[in-house]
């Protein structure tokens, strides 16, 4: 009855009331399944900026979720009932706890604090449901290979759609940019994702107990995922992929990681020592970025004339002056696009700049945290990529179970490629990225606590999700 009075009054929201009373239901007793809904509407959130509804930056359907988990997730923590405390003590766990301790720090220092506590409030709902919740119900290997199917089966229908829509202005690059709208914003976050999913899809087709009709759509998303990729013109997700393949290989040869770690620091000392010598044979590369994917590849390493190539050189500029000015605590989480624009110098403006400074983030996972969150903030995230990659490494060499072994595989090479990909933009406060991100290094938690060995694990009594 309240419900028909609220819409007579053209209140329409009061339509959805019976299914926020069943999501409410279901994120205590049956916590499984709203994880997966918000991994089935992943791909297919749309921001509301998108459709000029207030100005409102928020993901639906998935954001109101994460949120009401995120809340329903500390009511069970504070009572008691929560999940496997196992999780709680990983080592990755524990450095999140920094991570999310340092940016609150931060964002009492910050320029504008609303827009910090926006930043934080979205980095939380993001870890406690992709790693904290993910990294629970992933003790099932089954539920790890669910969560790659789910999200896979609409992001292929959004490839689809974006193909097709491009497929109507002759697949030229210009067109590529935005094609992809309204379900992603560009074509890098469009890319960068896909990119994640490409060793996902990959590993999935040499695991021998899977259904043949499971089989068959691993292989025509594999197809889908691929012409996506190739089509999105996103370069940085091409060499994100070129670097998954090297990692690849280094896994086959079995080299230490502690190896690996000592090549890249000797690889860096030597990079700048010859920094100068690097950059003056980079400028000599005047290819443009082109409609034509040879000619588009060659323009990857075209900082000389390239306007996508020196923007993000500005970008980056402008992140290193502000972090000078604020070495230690930043300028508050999520304010760089707010006030990078006064740092920008004359001689780096490109013709896609803008003075006003409204042209978005830091265009890196790295970069970004530095000016933000100060020193400490881009070392959190690489700390964070070190102990992904030493977990990725270990559980590599350790497990013994060929298909559980692939999974893992496929989650650290997918989610390399993000770490890859952060060199040159950043996504982690978007859903679409967010997800999987998380969701690939519980799967290296999850790995580690309960597949990693051929003992069986009890599950805690008191879990949420069961009734408990």
């Known amino acids: 009855m309240l419900q028909a009075f609220a819409i007579s009054r053209e ?18 007793f049956k916590i499984e399944f709203v994880f997966f809904t918000i991994v089935l509407f992943t791909p297919l959130s749309i921001n509301l900026e998108k459709l000029a509804i207030g100005g409102v930056g928020i993901y639906l359907p998935t954001e109101p979720l994460l949120i009401g988990l995120l809340l329903m997730f500390l009511l069970k923590v504070f009572s008691g009932k929560s999940i496997d405390r196992r999780i709680y003590n990983h080592p990755i766990s524990y450095l999140l706890y920094v991570y999310i301790g340092w940016m609150i720090i931060t964002t009492v220092n910050s320029q504008l604090p609303v827009v910090s506590l926006k930043f934080v409030a979205t980095r939380l709902w993001f870890i406690a449901t992709a790693f904290f919740i ?4 992933f003790r099932s290997i089954e539920n790890i290979r669910k969560f790659f199917i789910i999200y896979m089966i609409p992001l292929c229908v959004v490839v689809i759609y974006t193909v097709a829509r491009h497929s109507t202005f002759g697949f030229d690059k210009d067109s590529a940019h935005w094609v992809m709208e309204p379900f ?14 490409m060793p996902i899809s990959l590993g999935l087709l040499f695991i021998k107990r899977i259904p043949i009709y499971t089989r068959i759509f691993i292989i025509v998303a594999f197809v889908i995922l691929s012409t996506g990729t190739i089509l999105s013109y996103t370069r940085a997700a091409w060499i994100s992929l070129v670097g998954a393949a090297a990692i690849f290989v280094i896994l086959q040869t079995r080299i230490k990681f502690t190896t690996l770690v000592m090549s890249f620091a000797v690889l860096s000392i030597l990079v700048l020592l010859n920094w100068t010598n690097i950059t003056m044979g980079l400028q000599q590369n005047k290819q443009e970025s082109s409609d034509e994917l040879g000619e588009h590849v060659t323009s990857i390493s075209n900082v000389s004339s390239d306007a996508s190539n020196l923007e993000r050189l500005n970008r980056w500029n402008c992140a290193l002056e502000m972090w000078r000015q604020k070495p230690l605590l930043g300028w508050g989480p999520g304010t760089y696009q707010f006030f990078y624009a006064p740092f920008q110098r004359s001689q780096d403006l490109t013709i896609i700049s803008t003075r006003r400074g409204d042209g ?16 400490p903030g881009m070392a959190l995230m690489i700390l964070l990529l070190f102990f992904v990659s030493a977990y990725g490494f270990k559980l590599y060499y350790k497990i ?7 999974v893992v595989l496929s989650a650290y090479l997918g989610l390399m490629t993000y770490y890859i990909h952060g060199i040159l933009n950043n996504y982690l ?6 997800i999987p991100f998380w969701g690939f290094t519980a799967i290296l938690v999850a790995a580690d606590l309960y ?18």
């Open 184 to 197: 992603f914003k560009d074509h890098t976050s469009y890319g960068a994702v896909l990119a994640m999913f």
């Open 360 to 375: 978005g983030n830091a265009h890196s996972e790295y970069l970004g945290p530095l000016c933000e969150q100060g020193v």
């Open 134 to 137: 993910a990294t629970h119900l």
């Open 400 to 406: 013994k179970n060929k298909d559980v072994r692939i």
């Open 11 to 28: 209140f329409m929201f009061a339509a959805l009331f019976p299914a926020a009373l069943l999501i409410v239901w279901a994120a205590f």
């Open 451 to 468: 597949h990693s060995s051929d003992k069986s694990t009890t599950q805690d009594s008191q879990v949420i999700g069961e009734g408990h």
């Open 429 to 434: 406060d978007t859903d679409k990225a967010s």
